[in-house]
């Protein structure tokens, strides 16, 4: 029993990553349908996170810690902007528009989005001889192609135990959608895939420089809630009791967010990705979708549309290539020996990102 429990370990990790991760979008629905204004939402997460991962951070990480530099916080800056304002705020925006259940959804296309962003940066070579790199095309073109079917196809409603099947007679707003709605809430969605995979691309290369990922994800979230809070400042001045918590997932939404989504996943994955690699951190977040889809439909009382169902399974299915082609070409490529044997472990570290992230990946979060 105890050999089993060592080698499930990591698995029982990541569900519980999961779990956890899409708890977050539900607390923070019903917090925004409580009236919470969702740029406030991230301003409290972020500096709770902040506030969670400094202690760990300074005694963890003191004797490893480079020295901060300009350009390194200048890197922290940029890094703040596309992970919260862009990731977060968009995500969120998007899924007032939309639902909860379809946030999961369209953010499982972010590692397609990223494969597109790094062949454009350069820093994917293409070689569309080999197999694993025709796995990787192939899967973005579907992940695509299942998010724009959800977008433009809604189909009839998928009755589900204790999801609303009808809303006749309430009158109509952002969280029970038109058309016109979808499709915007479907293009803040996918401002957020992309703030999300630039902040994975750039973080890359900030940890080449600055290789403690604990002390870089406080930095983060604390120049993020920095950040994110002039944006909530301007967007909400007219509405000042937007600020206010109250005692139910107005306060506990963010708290809930600040400490388990950006503190202790960030924690968790980080473990598995050092045992096991990012291959199978990526390969569990459509988990989170289902997870998230199910506890909508019976705690929100989401509607879940066939058009949703299909389009989440042709994006999975994509997402799935693009991680088995990124997988053989892992597996595939020599080892440098500069990597093997020159390279401290700390150099080798990566901070891994959520939402809800996806986060992946969470998600978000």
Not at 143 to 150: A, K, P, Q, R, V
Not at 208 to 214: C, F, L, S
């Amino acid at each position: 029993m105890g050999t089993w429990f060592t080698n499930a370990k990591p698995y029982l990790m990541l569900l519980a990553v999961q779990f956890g991760s899409a708890g977050m979008f539900i607390f923070a629905m019903d917090a925004i349908k409580k009236g919470m204004s969702h740029y406030v939402f991230i301003v409290y997460r972020n500096a709770i996170a902040s506030i969670t991962l400094a202690p760990f951070a300074f005694v963890l990480e003191r004797k490893v810690r480079p020295k901060m530099t300009v350009r390194i916080f200048s890197e922290i800056m940029a890094l703040a902007f596309f992970e919260i304002i862009l990731d977060q705020c968009f995500a969120l925006l998007g899924m007032k528009f939309t639902s909860a259940s379809f946030l999961s959804a369209v953010m499982n296309s972010a590692p397609s989005v990223t494969f597109v962003m790094a062949v454009i940066l350069k820093l994917e070579h293409m070689k569309m001889k080999e197999v694993a790199c025709q796995a990787k095309v192939i899967g973005t073109i579907v992940t695509f192609g299942g998010t724009l079917l959800m977008a433009l196809y809604k189909g009839p409603i998928v009755s589900v135990m204790g999801s609303s099947t009808s809303h006749a007679g309430q009158p109509e707003n952002v969280n029970s959608p038109t058309g016109n709605h979808w499709i915007l809430g479907t293009c803040f969605l996918l401002i957020g895939c992309a703030g999300f995979s630039a902040f994975y691309i750039l973080q890359t290369i900030t940890l080449r420089k600055y290789p403690t990922e604990m002390s870089l994800a406080t930095w983060v979230c604390f120049v993020g809630a920095l950040q994110s809070s002039v944006v909530a400042a301007i967007a909400e001045r007219h509405h000042p009791h937007t600020w206010a918590l109250g005692w139910d997932t107005r306060l506990f939404a963010p708290a809930y967010a600040g400490i388990v989504t950006s503190g202790v996943q960030y924690y968790i994955q980080g473990m598995v990705i050092k045992s096991m690699g990012p291959v199978i951190v990526t390969a569990f977040n459509p988990l989170r979708m289902i997870i998230i889809t199910t506890l909508a439909c019976i705690v929100l009382s989401e509607q879940l549309y066939l058009g949703s169902i299909i389009g989440a399974i042709v994006v999975v299915l994509g997402l799935y290539l693009v991680v088995w082609g990124k997988y053989k070409e892992c597996h595939g490529r020599p080892m440098p020996p500069s990597l093997t044997k020159d390279t401290s472990p700390e150099d080798q570290r990566q901070l891994p990102v959520t939402a809800p992230k996806n986060d992946t990946n969470d998600t978000k979060g």
